[in-house]
């Protein structure tokens, strides 16, 4: 694979995910103004709660990419339609039992949060319902390479994530209306990146079986590396949610939307790597070259963010909240900071996974285990959550890059 291509097609889905990161950002930007800090706070831990609740969403859409990948490099379609039907079947299976229990456990959900009421904990149930779906027909659109109407898509599920969004919360919905926003803008971007794939559906090629033991097999590694990951980048928002006051929680949380838009800068350039390393290695051709460029490209991308942000914190967090918060400053630049290495961590991750290399998977769970344990026993301060998400950060960082090079490459 030239290299050429990987930077073009990382710039168009750079181009797209930014323009969708775009429409998160002005979402929360909204959000944090128009609501107060308390239901802010609230907002954010359900978004937390939906990102780790969520992890089959990640799962199934890494395994699609991955198994899809392949056999479209071997045409062979009538198992690209098996797998995609096979997932739909099992997922609806999911679905409903994940939606039973969430809504069983909404009061217990709402009183740990400190949520007032079960309404919002209903509506983030709702989200992460459509969300199990969104990862099959996403993930055919990235394993087939379709990058331009994958992103096209992405594009529009933000604007409308932000516009629908907005309209609830003016209409006096409140956090109620900004999860139903997200909810209704999940559905149609399901629905639009359904219809790419109607072809797949409908092809004359009969069904061809797939392996799934050879489909599980890659399932529980994923599933452990996507849980582990949104722990690791989530769960401090739960805990501080629970641990701190409601006002402490609105400061860590307006502070973390810093850090997230730099975890979200580099997507477009895992979503590029991951299919053409799978790709790569099923051929049994050169893999590292691929990583190495990709490193280069999320280190400058996120190091220049980061820099923004630990140099001129005032402008940043004025732009982000529309005021600066005092007491956010210093947690900015320190998730700023974390999150360059969270971001690369992801690059090392997917890496991994698409060269079946499982050998971090256990370090890795012990690591998100870890930051759990160190921020339930030390929460002193908001600075000494940071500081443990930090290190833990780099260690992981330090531990999968050395992991990663001593893959045995094709």
Known sequence: MKIDQLFKESLLMLFATGLASLCNLLYQLYMVRKLSTVDYGILNSLFSLIMIVSVPTGTLQTVITKFISNFHGRDEFGKIRFLLLSSIKHISLFAVCLSLILLVLSPFISDYLKIPSIGPVIIATI??????????????????????KMGLIMVIGGLLKVSIGILLVLAGFGVAGALGGFAIAVLFTLVLSTVPLVGFFAHHT??????????????????????????????????????????????????????????????????????KVSNLYGQGKETRTVLKMSLIYVALLCGCASSICIIFPDEVMRLVSGRVVPESIQLARLFALNMTFFSLITILLFYQLSVHNFKFIVPLTGFAVLEVLLIMLFHSSLLQVMTIIGVIGLLLFLFNLRSAYYVRNH
């Open 127 to 148: 989200v992460i319902v459509f969300s199990l779906f969104l990862p099959i027909s996403i993930g055919a659109l990235q394993g087939l390479q379709r990058f331009n």
């Open 206 to 275: 009969p069904l061809q079986k797939v392996e799934i033991l050879e489909v599980y097999r890659y399932v529980v590694p994923t599933a452990l590396t996507w849980l582990c990951y949104m722990v690791l980048t989530n769960v401090d928002i739960i805990l501080v949610k629970h641990f701190f006051s409601p006002q402490e929680a609105g400061y860590y949380s307006i502070a973390s939307m810093v850090g997230k838009i730099i975890l979200f800068l580099p997507a477009g350039i895992t979503v590029v790597m991951f299919p």
